[in-house]
C-alpha cells in the first residue's frame, strides 16, 4: 500500500473532492476572514499528514509483529518433535 503525502497537489484534492459527504450537514469554517480560512486549511492539513504517518507508523508495527509472530510459530513447531524423541 502506498500513499502520497506531500505535495499536497496532483490528484489527491481532486480524489477528496470526489468523495461521499458522511453525513446531511456540510462543514463550514467559522468566521468570515480569509485569514481565519487559511488557519483552518492549515490546520486540517496538518491533522491530515499527522493521521497519515500515525496510520503508516501502526500499520507497520503490526506488520512487523506478525511477521515476529510467525517466525516463533514456525521455531515453535520446529521445537516440538525435538522434546518428544
Known amino acids: 500500500m502506498s500513499q502520497h503525502l506531500l505535495?499536497?497537489?496532483?490528484?489527491?484534492p481532486r480524489e477528496l473532492v470526489g468523495q461521499p459527504w458522511l453525513t446531511q450537514q456540510?462543514?463550514?469554517?467559522?468566521?468570515?476572514?480569509?485569514?481565519v480560512r487559511a488557519q483552518?486549511?492549515?490546520?486540517?492539513?496538518?491533522?491530515?499528514l499527522f493521521v497519515s504517518l500515525l496510520r503508516a507508523?501502526?500499520?507497520?508495527?503490526?506488520s512487523?509483529?506478525?511477521?515476529?509472530?510467525?517466525?516463533?510459530?514456525?521455531?515453535?513447531?520446529k521445537r516440538v518433535p525435538c522434546l518428544a524423541s
Open 64 to 77: 512487523e509483529n506478525a511477521i515476529g509472530l510467525a517466525t516463533m510459530q514456525r521455531a515453535d513447531k
Open 26 to 35: 456540510v462543514a463550514e469554517v467559522v468566521g468570515v476572514s480569509a485569514g
Open 40 to 48: 483552518a486549511l492549515r490546520a486540517f492539513i496538518c491533522e491530515h
Open 7 to 12: 505535495p499536497l497537489d496532483g490528484p489527491w
Open 57 to 62: 507508523s501502526v500499520e507497520s508495527l503490526a
